[in-house]
């Protein structure tokens, strides 16, 4: 079992910044890959950006430039910083994790682009 506490969502400007963490506990060394999904009002969620284990990084068109993922081996924990904000990133984001065949998800943030 593995469980992912996320934290760092709110309500941001356009342009503006905000970072999200996902802090995750329980069986985590057989983890090889933890992202970002997202999912905006009467959308499908979407892969936003992942990470695998060894430093592969992925990003999808729309954020590229923009969102950075990065990982803290020490804290367990996974981020994603969003930079150049704007009102089509609003979604509630979800922190996943892949281990051995089974994906894990956190709770969701909110995260809201709005002036």
């Known amino acids: 079992q593995v469980q992912l506490v996320e934290s760092g969502g709110g309500l941001v400007q356009p342009g503006g910044s905000l970072r999200l963490s996902c802090a995750a506990s329980?069986?985590?060394?057989?983890?090889?890959?933890m992202g970002w999904y997202r999912q905006a009002p009467g959308k499908q969620r979407e892969l936003v950006a992942n990470?695998?284990?060894?430093?592969?990084?992925n990003y999808v068109a729309s954020v590229k430039g923009r969102f950075t993922i990065s990982g803290d081996n020490a804290k367990n924990t996974v981020y994603l910083q969003m930079n150049s904000l704007k009102p089509e990133d609003t979604a509630v984001y979800y922190c996943y994790a892949y281990n051995t065949g089974i994906d894990y998800w956190g709770q969701g943030t909110q995260v809201t682009v709005s002036s």
């Open positions: 990470i695998i284990r060894g430093g592969s990084r």
């Open positions: 329980g069986s985590i060394l057989s983890i090889s890959v």
